[in-house]
């Protein structure tokens, strides 16, 4: 598997995610609408994140990380019948620990909201409380989903599985907008019915990925083994993956203590730039760490170190020729864009300003985060989870200062501005350690390409701060007509100037996603 493989994946994954992200989109308006910067628009944040904070553990993060290498493995040394073996045994184990993790969770929500969110007054509390009660059994969905995922993945498949989260998001708004239109009901009552929509969305997209994996050749089944060289191995490698993630969890943990103590409406408005930042994360940095470790892990077991090298390298520039100039989009035309996604109900100027804020603090840091999610799987498929727990426990300590000293003079966006600092520091970090570990990596031109883009992505914002203040925007139709005569100015701009300059790989990462678009 060369480039083009590994741009087809990547394309596969980033048309699902952008699916996927634009049902999230239509949520987040639907919730920015019915609550926006309110009490409860905060207690459903919150209470979304608890489940979530796991999640990261038992889901996407610490345990995929440590599965899909020791699945490779299996299935090259010992054939498919015990690799399928190894996969039911965690999943069974799976299941019997997360349906422990959410029945505690449910037991004591309230004294997990306490710790989380101390600075909420009573009312946000209870309701909060409520909320992460309903919510918390999406610990156990996702868990099982995402291991489903992995498993997929590394079978090459892509697209479904990174379609199935829009599923998630399809339960949301159906719940949300069908409560709506059938019943009077308080903001209150709205909030109850987006959670329980969280929970059907979790079904549907853990039931989705069943015929995928039965075409593989599995039969779901109760598989329990407590021994084996294999999940020996993989306990290994998890628990370090989970101190890890248990490190970056308290750094968002702390962003929910520090800013319930803030002004009312701050949580939703982090949450509100944090999500649409996480549009083009999702779609671009999650989409490429989804292909790359597949791929790292084959490469690192075969110790063929200039593939390895040529598909870092092919990774880390485009995904710096996506998430700069969408960076500086957000900087030039940030307010425009929540103005038309968020601006109706009860998002008010005030809830503009505070999410524009936030928004551009976080979108200083987007290239990093994408950056990061492309290094951290050499780590893993180098069988090194230690590493990045150790860097993570400084970045996390680094952070929480940061969110300390910014808060007095930010307020939120003090916190949105420690999280891209923070990302800068991580990145760096974490390509001078993997040079150190791998020192057969390769790792020339990445700079002088990066160069390139912010070259001309510099012009491009210059141009768009000289020339918005001319063209105002009174109604809806006003302000997608000036939008979309940026954006398509900007793609032709952009596109031409970096082919002029010559950056490498564009035209080969371009022509897979036309092809997977059926456009040629």
């Not at 059938?182 to 979790?202: H, N, P, R, V, W």
């Not at 892990?297 to 390298?313: I, P, Q, V």
Request: proline letters at 3%; hydrophobic letters at 50%.
């Amino acid at each position: 598997m060369g480039n083009k493989s590994l741009a087809k994946n990547i394309g596969s994954m980033s048309i699902a995610v952008t699916i996927s992200r634009v049902f999230g989109l239509i949520r987040d308006m639907m919730i920015a609408g019915y609550f926006g910067a309110s009490y409860v628009a905060d207690a459903f944040q919150v209470g979304y994140q608890i489940p979530n904070l796991l999640r990261k553990l038992f889901g996407e993060g610490a345990l995929s990380a440590a599965f899909i290498p020791i699945y490779n493995e299996i299935e090259v040394k010992q054939g498919r019948k015990e690799q399928i073996d190894f996969a039911l045994n965690i999943f069974s184990l799976l299941t019997l620990l997360l349906t422990f993790l959410t029945a505690i969770g449910m037991i004591f929500a309230p004294l997990i909201v306490r710790l989380l969110a101390p600075g909420f007054e009573e009312a946000s509390y209870a309701l909060t409380v409520k909320l992460t009660r309903i919510m918390f059994p999406y610990l156990f969905l996702i868990g099982l989903s995402s291991t489903f995922i992995s498993i997929l993945n590394s079978h090459n498949y892509f697209f479904i599985p990174g379609l199935s989260s829009a599923l998630l998001n399809v339960g949301m708004i159906l719940f949300l907008g069908l409560f709506s239109l059938l019943y009077q009901s308080t903001i209150e009552e709205k909030a109850i019915a987006l959670s329980y929509g969280m929970i059907f969305g979790g079904v549907l997209q853990t039931i989705i990925n069943l015929p995928l994996l039965k075409r593989i050749g599995y039969n779901l089944r109760v598989n329990l083994n407590l021994k084996g060289r294999a999940l020996t191995e993989l306990w290994r490698r998890f628990i370090p993956g989970v101190i890890g993630m248990a490190i970056r969890e308290i750094n968002l943990a702390a962003d929910l203590i520090i800013a319930s103590f803030l002004i009312s409406g701050s949580i939703a408005a982090l949450q509100y730039g944090n999500r649409l930042m996480q549009l083009p994360l999702g779609i671009i940095g999650v989409s490429t760490s989804s292909a790359v470790l597949p791929l790292f892990s084959r490469y690192t077991a075969t110790k063929e170190w200039d593939k390895l090298s040529e598909s870092l390298r092919f990774s880390v520039v485009t995904t710096s020729y996506l998430m700069i100039p969408i960076s500086f989009l957000i900087i030039g035309l940030g307010k425009d864009i929540i103005r038309l996604l968020f601006m109706r109900g009860a998002f008010d100027a005030y809830a503009l300003d505070m999410t524009y804020k936030a928004l551009v603090c976080y979108s200083l840091g987007l290239v990093f985060y994408s950056l990061t999610r492309t290094i951290i799987p050499l780590f893993y498929a180098n069988k090194d989870t230690r590493t990045p727990v150790k860097i993570s426990a400084i970045i996390v300590a680094t952070n929480i200062i940061l969110n300390i000293i910014l808060m007095q003079f930010l307020q939120h966006s003090g916190l949105a501005l420690a999280t891209s600092i923070s990302s800068l520091l991580h990145y760096i970090i974490l390509i001078k350690v993997i040079r150190r570990k791998i020192p057969q990596i390769s790792l020339s031109k990445i700079a002088h390409n990066i160069v390139k883009i912010l070259i001309i992505s510099s012009l491009l914002l210059t141009f768009i701060l000289l020339t918005n203040q001319y063209f105002t925007a009174e109604s809806i139709l006003q302000l997608i007509a000036k939008l979309t005569t940026y954006f398509v100015f900007s793609a032709l701009f952009y596109y031409g100037g970096t082919y002029l300059l010559k950056v490498e790989y564009i035209a080969q990462f371009t022509d897979s996603i036309w092809k997977r678009l059926k456009i040629r």
